[in-house]
Structure formats: C-alpha cells, structure tokens
C-alpha cells in the first residue's frame, strides 16, 4: 500500500492503458531514455515539463509497457471481430 504523503502528492492521477497522447497537465508527451542502473536505455513517456519539474504528477510510461498494452487491445478487438464474422456466417 502507497503511504499518505505520496497518494496525497498525486490526486489526480489516473491509470492510461496504451499509448498515451497527452499529459494528465495538457501537454503533449515526448520519449526519453533512461539512464538508472535499474533501467538503462529504457525508454519511456514524458511531457516537458514533467522533466523540469520533477516534483510535480504528471504522466510516466515506460513504451515498451505501453505498446504492449496497446497490442492487447487491438488483440482483444481484434478476436470480438473474429467472434461477430462467425455469427453472422452462422446465421446465413
């Protein structure tokens, strides 16, 4: 569980499945490359003033989860497309 000065840092914070267009500020995002130990040469989302201010709650994404995210859904699309095609070839 998330301690109370960090849910409280970030109120508006919402969950983005995908690739995401723009900033929780407005914003459009741009990539960067992480350069951690952790995570070197991992990309990820990040609007501009998210990396002046870092401080500050704006959207983080790594790309690699968001594309990921993004070919699942088109997966999930994609098989409820298959399903309907089925249908309809069953009623004829």
């Known amino acids: ?24 500020c407005g914003m459009k995002l741009r990539t ?15 609007c501009e003033i998210a990396m002046q201010r870092k401080m500050e709650s704006h959207l983080f994404k790594w790309i690699d989860e968001a594309l990921l995210e993004e ?3 088109v997966d999930t699309k994609l098989m409820s497309l298959v ?10």
């Open 32 to 46: 960067y490359v992480s350069h951690t130990d952790k995570n070197p040469c991992r990309r990820f989302y990040r």
């Open 71 to 73: 070919t699942r859904m």
């Open 1 to 24: 569980m998330s301690s109370s000065s960090s849910s409280s840092r970030l109120p508006h914070r919402r969950s983005v499945t995908g690739v995401p267009a723009r900033c929780w």
């Open 83 to 92: 399903d309907k095609v089925k249908e309809l070839r069953n009623e004829m």
